[in-house]
Structure formats: C-alpha cells, structure tokens
C-alpha cells in the first residue's frame, strides 16, 4: 500500500524543484495542511546525504514561514480558529488563553519536536495574541531542532536506515500514519 507512495517522494525528492516542493509542503503543515514535512524531507535527505543540512534549512525556514501564516489566521480570523480549536479543546476560551499566555513558550516548544498538529500551535498562538517576536524564536528553536536532528541522523546512518525502510515499509507507513492520527487523538483529548 504505502510502496507507491515511497516511490514516488524518493523521485520527486530527485526532482529539479523538489525544493520548492519541500518547502511547499513545511509551509502548508504549519499552518493547514495535515500531512507532515517529514514525508519528504526523510526521502530526500535519504536521496542527498552530502545536502542534508542544505534540505533541513529549507524545510525549518518555510515552516516558521508557514508558523507565521497560522499566527495570522489565529490572530486576524478568529471566528475561525475559535471552530478549529474547539472542534479539539473542550474548554472554556478564556482558561485557555490563560494557560496558553503561562505555559505558551513550553507548548510551542514540545509540541514542535512532536507528531501533535503543529499548525494547532499556531493558530493558538495567533488567537491568543502570544508575543510574535517569542512565537519566531521558539517556532525556529523548535523547528529547526526536529528537522535538523533528522537530518544528522539520516546523514550519518543514512544507508542502514533506508534498507529498514525499505524492508519495512508496511509497517511504518502504518506506524507514520497511526502517529499523526495520534497526534490529532491527544490534541482532541487532552
């Protein structure tokens, strides 16, 4: 099931403008989209070890990008990210805006290192009106940490990690997937 798809990020993280597409895809996550840039940064860094860190800055960069669009849609369409946030919050608007204003820096932080939907952070962010100059910091903090740590560890154990991907591809597209479902579940839940 999950072959055609691996086939086709390993040719399109060959493509000419699969840059473009990169940053496309860590821009649209962080602020709409529901499927992670990991789907092609993982093949792409896997296809050009020697430009890992190169891809890890294209993706961090457009995602604090993306981070910004969220921050607005939160900040200027409010209306809108209140139905987001309590399609996944059950709670009073104003006790989490309380909470996100005490423990915003440390919400951004974990939750951008993890499969929990980080374009929920910034559509909060925006609707709490957390301070923009600290949502950036954190958001690059963040960010660049995940996608950087991947980017290492692909580089360095590139060849070893590809076979198992390949070996096991079933079983990690499943894994993928049951993780971003997760994702949504704990946000929803908690």
Avoid at 30 to 47: H, Q, T
Wanted: glycine share 8%.
């Amino acid at each position: 099931m999950f072959r055609a798809l691996y086939d086709w990020t390993l040719r399109l993280a060959g493509h000419r403008h699969a840059d473009r597409y990169l940053a496309t895809v860590s821009f649209a996550e962080s602020s709409f989209f529901p499927i992670p840039p990991d789907v092609m940064l993982v093949p792409m860094v896997l296809a050009r070890r020697d430009q890992a860190y190169r891809i890890a800055t294209i993706c961090t960069i457009a995602s604090v990008l993306g981070g910004l669009f969220g921050y607005a849609i939160g900040y200027f369409l409010t209306g809108f990210a209140h139905q987001v946030l309590e399609f996944f919050r059950h709670g009073a608007f104003e006790d989490f805006t309380a909470a996100y204003q005490k423990y915003g820096a440390a919400l951004i932080l974990v939750k951008g290192l993890t499969p929990i939907p980080f374009k929920l952070v910034t559509i909060a962010s925006g609707l709490s009106h957390y301070p923009l100059g600290i949502f950036i910091l954190l958001c690059t903090i963040t960010r660049g940490a995940r996608f950087f740590l991947v980017a290492f560890l692909l580089k360095k154990y590139g060849e070893p990690v590809q076979k198992v991907i390949e070996e096991r591809l079933n079983l990690i597209g499943w894994i993928v997937l049951a993780a971003l479902i997760g994702g949504f579940a704990v946000v929803a839940l908690v």
